[in-house]
């Protein structure tokens, strides 16, 4: 198997440390950049079997985000908001001095990257956006409040509510943390076929940080980049419904749907890195 060149490094930030990590060749003209970011409970690794395809074309970076892989939280507690997240993203594009990208997420990493998109540091920088399960949090619950005031749409409510069931799970006390060292972990590792470590009871600091005691999301603010949203059929997260909506805040969107799962990015590696590939089409 072809041995990827990376380049690691560490960029401070308020709070934690970030491992960084970049391959293939130098940003230029005629070599464009990419920025994946993550979900749970992952760390950079899950792209790398994309990356070996990537790196052959683009300049791409990765990175552990502040609750997984070889980052690290300082101070009591840590700050695991969006805010911060959001924050990270833009300080390692920074850090990486890249001028222009093609924002990557999945899971957390998505949800993430679409609030990422709607910051007005994006302006110039985040010139492209690919989402693949993780929809933005104030689409999400706005789409949820729809839907309890039609009830010809409960069936779909009621589907997602279904699929969402682990969120709830996951903020109770203490519980998680024991599911996943008593079983989850192994379960997780064997179907991912690596090692996460610790990444599952680490990263339930994201749920607890941005859906305890929290009033609703914002409504998502207008979105003028190219995005394409990318929705495995057989997510068993999310409905392929969530996507109803969005081109009444964004502009330019293209859907893709994949007869996959929640980790198609990794399953299908050679068909997500054709998908990043592809030029940006205009409406």
């Known amino acids: 198997m072809e041995t990827l060149n990376e380049r690691g490094r560490t960029i401070a930030v308020p709070g934690a440390v970030l491992a960084v990590f970049e391959f293939g060749p130098e940003p230029g003209p005629d070599v464009p950049s990419l920025l994946l970011v993550h979900g749970y409970p992952d760390d950079h690794r899950v792209f790398l079997p994309a990356i070996r395809e990537l790196a052959r074309t683009h300049h791409v970076v990765a990175y552990d985000t502040r609750n997984a892989g070889a980052s690290a939280v300082q101070g009591p507690g840590g700050d695991y908001s969006l805010k911060a997240l959001v924050d990270d993203a833009f300080a390692v594009l920074a850090g990486v001095g890249v001028r222009a990208v093609h924002l990557v997420g999945h899971d957390w990493g998505s949800i993430q990257g679409w609030a990422a998109v709607q910051d007005p540091r994006a302006d110039g920088l985040i010139i ?7 929809p933005d949090l104030g689409h999400f619950s706005g789409w949820i409040r729809g839907r309890v005031r039609t009830p010809g749409a409960w069936p779909q409510l009621g589907a997602q509510l279904l699929r969402s069931w682990y969120i709830g799970a996951f903020l109770v006390p203490v519980l998680p943390e024991a599911a996943w060292r008593l079983f989850l972990t192994r379960r997780y590792e064997k179907m991912a076929r690596r090692d996460v470590g610790n990444d599952p009871v680490r990263g339930l600091a994201l749920y607890r940080s941005n859906f305890r005691g929290r009033r609703s999301p914002a409504a998502p603010t207008r979105v003028t980049v190219p995005v394409h949203v990318v929705v495995p059929l057989k997510d068993p997260f999310l409905t392929p419904a969530l996507v109803e909506g969005l081109e009444s805040w964004v502009d330019d969107v293209t859907v893709t749907r994949v007869d996959s799962g929640h980790w198609w ?10 998908l990043l590939r592809q030029p940006v089409t205009t409406p």
């Open 128 to 134: 492209r956006y690919t989402s693949i399960s993780g």
């Open 265 to 274: 990015p990794v399953t299908r590696p050679a068909e997500f890195a054709a």
